[in-house]
C-alpha cells in the first residue's frame, strides 16, 4: 500500500508540532517514520544530522532508545511499578548511571505535577495522571524529540488541557521537540504548527 505521499516537512527545534487527521489518514504512520519504527520504501529522514532512512535496525533502535521518547494513547505502564518505579525502569533501559536515577526520576514527576502520587501504582491514578506518567517516563533521560500517537485520546477535555499544558513546560524547561497525532480540535490552538492530513497527504 502505498500510504504517504509527497510529505515534505520540518520539525523544527523546541516546537509542539502536531499532525492532525482522521483515523486512517496516514498520521500515526508519519509519526512512526519520524521515529525510525518503520523504514520508507522511498524518500529520505533526517535527524540531527543523521541520515534515518538508511540505518540499520540496530542503529535506528540505538538511536530511539538514547535520542527520542515515545508516548501513546494506551500509557504503556508497567502495572505492578509505582510511578516513580516506571520513570526509573526507562533510566535503567537507556543505560543512565544509577547515581542520577533519584534525582532525575523527581525532577521528572515534579515537572508533570506528580510529586505527592509518586508512589501510586497506575490502578490507583486517574487517566490523565496515568498520561503523566507516561510523559514523566519518555522525558526521562532527556531525549531530543518526543512522538507522542493521540495523547489525549482517551481523556477529557479538561485532562487533555491539563497534558498539553505540561508539553508546553518541558518544551521550555527539558527543551525537548514534541511531534504528536491528534484528531481534536480542541487542542490545536496550543501548537507552533499543524499539518492537516487526508489520504496520506498535507491539505
Partial sequence: MHVLKGIDMEVAPRSLVMLRGRSGSGKTTLLNMLGGLDRPSKGEIWFNGQPVHQMSDNERTVLRREQMGFIFQAFALMPLLSAWENVELS?????????????????????????????????????????????????????????????????????????????????????????????????????????????????
Wanted: charged letters at 30%.
Fill in 91 to 203: 533510566l535503567r533501559m537507556a543505560g543512565t548511571p544509577r547515581r542520577e536515577w533519584k534525582e532525575r526520576v523527581a525532577r521528572c514527576l515534579e515537572l508533570v505535577g506528580l510529586e505527592k502520587r509518586m508512589k501510586h501504582r497506575p490502578f490507583e491514578l486517574s487517566g490523565g495522571e496515568q498520561q503523566r506518567v507516561a510523559i514523566a517516563k519518555a522525558i526521562a533521560h532527556r531525549p531530543m524529540l518526543l512522538l507522542a500517537d493521540e495523547p489525549t485520546a482517551e481523556l477529557d477535555s479538561q485532562m487533555s488541557a491539563q497534558i498539553m499544558s505540561v508539553f508546553r513546560t518541558i518544551i521550555k524547561t527539558e527543551k525537548v521537540t514534541i511531534c504528536m497525532t491528534t484528531h481534536d480540535p480542541t487542542i490545536l490552538e496550543v501548537a507552533d504548527h499543524v499539518y492537516e492530513m487526508v489520504d496520506g497527504k498535507f491539505m
